[in-house]
């Protein structure tokens, strides 16, 4: 939570308030913490690739980084709107803000079953945990949704995305 | 006395000697702002007039927000690229093509630019479709100046607008981002309305490349991608013509894409926007605010369908 987390956040809070040259700063906060989310779980997705075990560096504790940051990411983005009637006119009319409501909606329950108390009490805690390929399916349309035109950064989370599960079908037999 | 010993006064003074490093730093220093100081001083002064009537007396925005906030995508799609490949954008021996259904098809050079037409300072309002907006001391001139100059023939009933076409030095046009060279266009009506500038310069100066150097086309009551940059070619035309982010997304970005906060947009709400340099976001304007000098031009039109 510290090392993924709140250091990051800490980082980009100052860098923000201390640069002068940046003049959109709620929107840069907005872009920012979503793109680390991204990037969050583009390694909770890799990281068990390596198959090493640690206790500070595993899915888990990348994955809740990952959460987190989603869940800045939306509560700027409510706050600076900050009036119900658009933020509804947005979640009905625009499709990169439903999708992006789904993808945190589906992030809950991978949330929910980190925790030790309610993984034992639901064994099956590893099968809802396959949620995560559709919440990245999802958070990729979330950016499609958003490009004007320049789609080069979707394309590399693309290929990392397919990257990622080719090896893991063909070296593990499993994802 | 050997030739090799100093005389007294041929030795460096101790108190200079040791600080030979800030000596040297200084006058690195000395050269470097010199040299700055005259690149800034390159960009020429302008000699124009004060507009009161179209003005608005808004804070505007700083020099350093309208040069590095920008959209260019031929200098790249973030909002600092612009400025960063600004010196990608090459303006020498620049010529602009003014041809199409006129009787006098012309064209302009370099010079003409800057001393063919009247200089005016407009301080317009910028609003761009990504929900955020600007004030700016735009220096240009009313392109009603230019189309009296051209004297467009009964066909002529829009203008098309053509961009620089450079894919060899600007990096946005290695890859097709868009439909280059950026295209737009306006209806004949709209072009000759006064609010309607080619702009030349800003804060008295000529145009940073960043901005759309050498000369650039300001449309404050439509949202900013119709102020299209760095023109190349004017065309008087008599078919509706085609414009880029039409091309790109043609349920998103009409031909008029004028200024209204009750036309939804697929991306954005357009019923605020956030002043750069503002927390708090603004309510959006009707054409901009300029809705007394241009609103009779749309009269009696389906503003949703004609988006």
Not at chain 1, 68 to 83: A, K, M
Not at chain 2, 222 to 241: A, C, H, L, N, T
Request: aromatic share 16%.
């Amino acid at each position: 939570m510290i090392a993924f987390f709140i250091t990051p956040l800490v980082f980009l809070i100052s860098y923000i308030y201390f640069n002068n040259e940046i003049f959109n700063k709620t929107n840069y906060f907005i872009s920012s913490t979503g793109y680390l989310a991204l990037i969050y779980l583009t390694l909770a997705l890799f990281i068990p690739l390596l198959k090493i075990r640690n206790v500070v560096i595993n899915a888990r504790s990348i994955g809740l980084a990952s959460f987190y940051f989603s869940l800045l990411h939306f509560l700027i983005y409510i706050i600076d709107n900050n009036d119900l009637s658009i933020l509804l006119d947005d979640l009905i009319l625009r499709n990169y803000i439903l999708s992006g409501y789904i993808a945190l909606l589906l992030f809950i329950p991978m949330y929910l079953t980190s925790f030790n108390f309610i993984k034992e009490k639901i064994p099956n805690w590893k099968k809802i945990h396959k949620i995560i390929y559709a919440i990245y399916l999802i958070t990729l349309l979330h950016i499609y949704f958003i490009i004007k035109a320049d789609y080069l950064y979707l394309f590399i989370f693309i290929m990392l995305f397919l990257t990622i599960v080719i090896f893991k079908v063909f070296l593990n037999k499993k994802i | 006395m050997s030739k090799y010993c100093l005389k007294e006064n041929n030795v460096t003074d101790e108190k200079l000697f040791k600080q030979r490093r800030a000596i040297i730093k200084s006058s690195i220093a000395f050269t470097f702002l010199t040299f700055s100081n005259l690149l800034y001083s390159n960009s020429r002064t302008l000699s124009f007039s004060k507009d009161l009537k179209y003005s608005t007396n808004e804070q505007t925005n700083t020099i350093k927000q309208i040069t590095s906030y920008n959209n260019f995508y031929e200098l790249g799609s973030g909002k600092r690229d612009p400025m960063i490949n600004a010196d990608k954008l090459n303006t020498k021996n620049w010529k602009v093509t003014i041809d199409g259904e006129v009787e006098n098809k012309f064209i302009l050079e370099t010079e003409d630019i800057l001393n063919k037409f009247p200089l005016e300072e407009r301080i317009y309002r910028l609003r761009c479709v990504e929900a955020w907006s600007m004030v700016i001391p735009w220096i240009g001139f009313e392109l009603n100046h230019l189309i009296k100059l051209a004297k467009p023939t009964h066909k002529a009933k829009y203008i098309s607008f053509e961009s620089v076409y450079d894919p060899e030095n600007l990096p946005g046009q290695k890859r097709d981002i868009l439909a280059w060279p950026y295209r737009e266009g306006l209806r004949l009506d709209e072009a000759r309305n006064p609010l309607t500038i080619l702009s030349v310069g800003l804060y008295g100066r000529i145009l940073p490349n960043q901005n759309g150097s050498p000369i650039r086309l300001v449309v404050p009551w439509k949202y900013g991608f119709k102020s299209i940059k760095s023109i190349k070619r004017i065309s008087f035309v008599e078919k509706m013509p085609e414009t880029s982010w039409n091309i790109e997304a043609p349920n998103e970005y009409g031909f008029y894409s004028n200024v209204n906060p009750n036309v939804s947009h697929p991306r954005w709400s357009q019923k605020r926007e956030r002043r750069i340099g503002e927390f708090r976001k603004r309510d959006t304007l009707m054409y901009n605010g300029y809705a007394e000098h241009v609103a009779h031009l749309y009269e009696g039109m389906d503003l949703k369908k004609y988006f």
